[in-house]
Nanobody
Framework: QAQFVESGGDLVQPGGSLRLSCTAPGFSLNRYDIAWYRQTPGKEREYVAYISSTGGSSNYADSLWGRFLIDRDYATNTVALQMNRLKSEDTGVYYC????????WGRGTQVTVAS
């Protein structure tokens, strides 16, 4: 069973950048398509982006193309989400899981975009 650990969230000003990291200690993510999700205030958890197990394919929620970039490092068993030109509406708790949400959710990492 994977136990996801998300990190990298912080308070950042609008227009700023953050890089989030996802790992699962003791469990290899390398065979899985991994996705990032987020729960913004007052809304259900929503899909953000995914990267294939090979790293050769990725996809983003329509509103995030060009601002967010997902990548993975097989050596460190991590999947990262680079977030640029952040907006207040990006505020929320960010989670990772497999694309098919096979495992329990981790605690997430809080991203707050405010001036």
């Amino acid at each position: 069973q994977a136990q996801f650990v998300e990190s990298g969230g912080d308070l950042v000003q609008p227009g700023g950048s953050l890089r989030l990291s996802c790992t699962a200690p003791g469990f290899s993510l390398n065979r899985y398509d991994i996705a990032w999700y987020r729960q913004t205030p007052g809304k259900e958890r929503e899909y953000v982006a995914y990267i294939s197990s090979t790293g050769g394919s990725s996809n983003y929620a329509d509103s995030l193309w060009g601002r967010f970039l997902i990548d993975r490092d097989y050596a460190t068993n991590t999947v990262a989400l680079q977030m640029n030109r952040l907006k207040s509406e990006d505020t929320g708790v960010y989670y990772c899981n497999t694309k098919t949400q096979d495992f329990a959710w981790g605690r997430g990492t809080q991203v707050t975009v405010a001036s």
